[in-house]
């Protein structure tokens, strides 16, 4: 379809630090990609400081900058709100702008806690009955590798799930002087490597396997407690966890084990899944994001082993939109292809997905993670586990 004959979308992102920037650029680049049936406009930015604001709206492609979010509200040319700021911040923000009519995107994890999470579900159910769609930002569902994974266990390649072994690793905290950030403040970010990055495990494992993380005994620990003040002399509290450590069980029997540290030094962005089925296994490396490993238990022990696929065909998931086999993704394809999937759902009239359900499930697995961690260890159940 041309660009004159499609409705467009007009956007605006709140937000524009890592998140922002990240979520701009898929915005601007994805209608060069895909063939929507939306055309995705740059309306407007939001942030709080309106010099630095309109500085990056200018550097990242937006016809305007606002320095209050509710400015959105009433905007004609504002039709979807994506959120791109600290956890504290999504339930207001999201609220409005449903209760606006706005569609909204929403990084993860969704909110700072279950009852936030679950006044989000709620609204975000009542807002599609009027055509409104919203969609948590699990992002990492739309690598191609990741969603090919989920393919093959759906299709029951992997037969019958008995182990995950799940880790995100990074190590920008190993450095007891990296400073104070709103990710290390428990009232902004809700708790750290656990909800900035075990989240994106709970969700990968719940969106791969098909299953819900139904209990977890937990460990959390903070290893570096006063870190340097960003603007002001001396150290202030660190109040979240450097790293979380956590078993579960899975909905249809298996055994799952969780770790998310910012603290492993050496790894710089190592979202690790490794599944072992009844009739085979996977193993996915995001530092090598391009790649499924895939081991085949039907085949002959003489030749069986672990194959590496090369998940760049045009028969993979997403590939087939961007280059030619070969030639892989990076990090911030997964976004566009995200977003892509989006508006492919909002013009259809249907809910995308990860819904603002899948959010509160993940949000439900965290909080079960902090009183677990908080209780020596002992065992939650997770209430209402959906995957
Ligand atoms: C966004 O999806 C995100 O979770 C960030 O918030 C993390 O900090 C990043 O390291 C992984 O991606």
């Not at 899975?250 to 770790?259: I, P």
């Not at 996915?284 to 790649?291: G, H, K, S, T």
């Not at 590496?308 to 998931?317: D, G, M, Y």
């Not at 086999?325 to 999937?341: K, M, Q, R, S, T």
Request: glycine residues 10%; charged residues 25%; negative net charge.
């Amino acid at each position: 379809m041309s660009s004159t004959n499609r409705p467009r979308l007009g956007v605006a992102v709140v937000g524009h630090a890592f998140m922002g920037r990240v979520h701009s650029h898929a915005w601007r680049s994805v209608d060069a990609i895909f063939e929507l049936p939306a055309r995705p406009v740059l309306s407007v930015l939001a942030g709080r400081d309106i010099g630095r604001t309109r500085a990056a709206a200018t550097r990242l492609g937006w016809a305007d900058a606002v320095d209050d979010w509710r400015a959105l509200l009433e905007r004609d040319d504002v039709d979807l709100i994506d959120i791109c700021t600290p956890g504290d911040t999504h339930a207001e923000i999201a609220l409005a702008a449903l209760a606006a009519g706005k569609h909204v995107l929403c990084e993860k994890p969704l909110a700072n806690s279950v009852a936030q999470a679950q006044a989000m579900a709620a609204a975000a159910e009542r807002a599609a009955r009027d055509g409104v769609r919203s969609m948590v930002g699990f992002t990492y569902r739309r690598v191609p590798a990741l969603a090919l994974a989920r393919d093959l266990v759906a299709r029951g390649r992997l037969g019958a799930i008995r182990h995950v072994r799940a880790q995100y690793l990074q190590d920008w905290l190993a450095d007891p002087d990296a400073p104070l950030s709103w990710r290390l403040d428990r009232q902004r970010a809700g708790s750290g490597a656990l909800g900035d990055i075990g989240a994106h495990i709970i969700d990968a494992t719940q969106f791969v396997t098909g299953e819900a993380v139904t209990g977890v005994s937990a460990l959390l620990d903070t290893f570096v407690t006063e870190r340097p003040r960003p603007d002001g002399p001396g150290r202030g509290p660190v109040t979240v966890d450097d790293a979380a450590l956590f078993l579960g069980r899975l909905s249809g029997g298996g055994l799952a084990s969780f770790e998310a540290s910012r603290v492993a030094t050496g790894r710089k962005n190592a979202l690790r899944l490794e599944l072992n089925g009844t009739r085979g296994s996977l193993s996915f490396d995001l530092e090598e994001m391009n790649v499924l490993w895939f081991h085949d238990q039907d085949e002959r022990a003489e030749t069986a082993g672990f194959r590496r696929i090369l998940v760049t065909e045009s028969e993979h998931p997403y590939a087939g939109a961007w280059w030619p086999p070969g030639h892989g993704l990076g990090y911030d394809h997964a976004f566009g292809n995200e977003i892509a999937d989006l508006v492919v759902a909002i013009a259809a009239g249907k809910d995308p997905d990860p819904s603002f359900a899948d959010g509160l499930a993940v949000q439900r697995v965290l909080a079960a993670v902090q009183a677990s961690a908080a209780d020596a260890g002992r065992w939650h159940p997770i209430a209402g586990a959906r995957p």
